[in-house]
């Protein structure tokens, strides 16, 4: 099961790195045509806060996600104090990462942003909650995360 959600976690990595789906032809993808214009163009506030979004996004991901494949060494290493601070440091990043996301999908006004969005805060919100170890779905939600973005983000 844990490695499930390290291998989780390395695919949300790539989707956020290449903008890309599962698709896998490296070009990000638009959703079907939405049923109204409005739902189709993302307002002005939405385009402001997609930028700082992605910005937020890429620049707590990656050292997350670095510091996560440290943590998984020691600990398979069993050296219980480096992993008792590798679990501390990265607990410290995800909440950097939640306290710079929050306000922000605050500000989304696209519910089919806002709620992707949403899930991965609580996701981030559960991995500091927890022992550590287990990211849960949290590999799932960035990569969601990174779709939302990706299809109702101005580029």
């Known amino acids: 099961m844990a490695g499930s959600g390290r291998v989780g976690v390395i695919i949300a990595g790539l989707v956020l790195l290449t903008g890309c789906d599962s698709g896998g032809d490296g070009k990000a993808t638009t959703a079907a045509a939405p049923a109204s214009s409005a739902a189709a163009s993302p307002s002005a506030v939405d385009a402001a806060v997609c930028v700082e979004l992605k910005t937020v996004h890429l620049r707590e991901w990656l050292p997350?996600?670095?510091a996560w494949q440290k943590l998984v060494e020691v600990s398979e290493r069993q050296d219980a104090a480096a992993t008792a601070s590798g679990i501390k440091a990265q607990k410290a990043m995800a909440t950097e990462w939640a306290a710079a996301l929050e306000p922000l999908i605050g500000q989304v006004q696209q519910p089919e942003l806002r709620q992707p969005m949403a899930d991965l805060l609580a996701?981030?919100?559960?991995?500091i909650a927890g022992d550590g170890y287990s990211t849960g779905n949290l590999g799932t939600f960035a990569s969601t995360a990174m779709t939302a973005m990706s299809t109702r983000c101005p580029t």
Not at 123 to 127: A, C, E, F, L
Request: glycine share 0%.
């Open 123 to 127: 996701s981030v919100k559960q991995y």
């Open 64 to 66: 997350f996600h670095e």
